[in-house]
């Protein structure tokens, strides 16, 4: 896109009283980064699901703050227009709110991110208060929370009865309260969604599997374009399939180099005859 501004927080919070969804993905490389900024993508999510994605683990536990600052910070050269976020890996700030403010610090002085995201309900209040004193904008995350996934009995869906409903919606306004401008709400059911969205006041609510209602939507770079080969979460819709493209062109690659047809003519470098034999002399002499 060309002429595209700065993406600010005042134009989010415009873009929802304008009725018009904000767009959302996960991005954790320059290049995919700078095609994701291109195509108009409102907000990148660096998420520590790069542990899976990127890294090859089962969970997104592993991630290290070392890992996130690298690939937000190679996220932002390639996004200059997207309000980028930081996702905070496990333990980065559940064990005080001090390490929290340290660590969301990091992400916005090493990485220049616009915000973080933590997980977590009114049990992280403190956190969240404690990061949006620091001046620093801060996301929550309920619902889902792959962090914690063990706790919740894996990856399903949470709020499926009214008394799990009514704790995430609790948890939604202790976390408005506190001082988060946005909350993701991850696999939560659809009207459970929608009526958390209703009720929100000053705070924007992001959805990812929770249906239409909400705010604007988040999705798993990975999934959305079929390059994790491991599983395909329901919630994820394939708008294009990179991974079949990339794998065709590795095999023709492969194929190419073996048969001898790749590199052809124009793909090296040639010498003028007198330099070559002027260096064969130098070799021989």
């Known amino acids: 896109m060309t002429d595209r501004k700065k993406m600010t927080l005042p134009m989010l919070f415009e873009?929802?009283?304008q009725g018009v969804p904000i767009t959302w993905l996960t991005c954790y490389d320059y290049p995919t980064a700078y095609l994701q900024d291109?195509?108009?993508v409102d907000m990148i999510l660096?998420?520590?699901?790069?542990?899976m994605t990127m890294l090859g683990f089962d969970s997104t536990l592993p991630v290290t703050m070392d890992d996130m600052i690298r690939h937000a910070a190679a996220v932002r050269r390639g996004a200059p227009h997207a309000w980028v976020v930081g996702d905070m890996p496990y333990m980065s700030y559940q064990p005080s709110v001090e390490t929290a403010i340290?660590?969301?610090?990091?992400?916005?002085?090493?990485?220049?991110?616009?915000c973080v995201k933590l997980?977590?309900?009114?049990?992280?209040?403190d956190r969240v208060a404690g990061i949006a004193r620091s001046g620093i904008p801060v996301i929550g995350h309920l619902g889902l929370t792959p962090q914690s996934a063990s706790a919740l009995g894996g990856f399903r869906l949470q709020g499926k009865t009214a008394a799990q409903a009514k704790k995430i919606a609790d948890d939604a306004t202790a976390l408005a309260d506190a001082g988060a401008f946005?909350?993701?709400?991850e696999?939560?059911?659809?009207?459970?969604?929608?009526?958390i969205t209703e009720r929100a006041r000053g705070t924007i609510i992001m959805g990812l599997g929770s249906g239409p209602k909400a705010h604007g939507q988040l999705l798993i770079y990975h999934d959305a374009f079929a390059l994790y080969p491991k599983f395909k979460p329901r919630m994820a819709k394939v708008f294009a399939d990179a991974g079949a493209v990339i794998r065709q062109g590795l095999?023709?690659?492969?194929?190419?180099?073996?048969?001898?047809?790749?590199?052809?003519?124009?793909?090296w470098f040639g010498m003028a005859d007198e330099a070559y034999d002027e260096l064969v002399s130098l070799l021989d002499a």
């Open 15 to 17: 873009k929802v009283a």
């Open 38 to 40: 291109e195509a108009g």
């Open 46 to 51: 660096v998420g520590d699901s790069l542990g």
């Open 102 to 114: 340290r660590n969301a610090g990091r992400f916005m002085a090493e990485a220049g991110c616009d």
């Open 119 to 125: 997980e977590g309900g009114a049990e992280m209040a």
């Open 182 to 185: 946005a909350i993701l709400l």
């Open 187 to 195: 696999l939560v059911p659809d009207r459970v969604c929608e009526l």
């Open 251 to 267: 095999e023709a690659y492969v194929t190419e180099v073996t048969d001898g047809t790749f590199p052809a003519p124009e793909h």
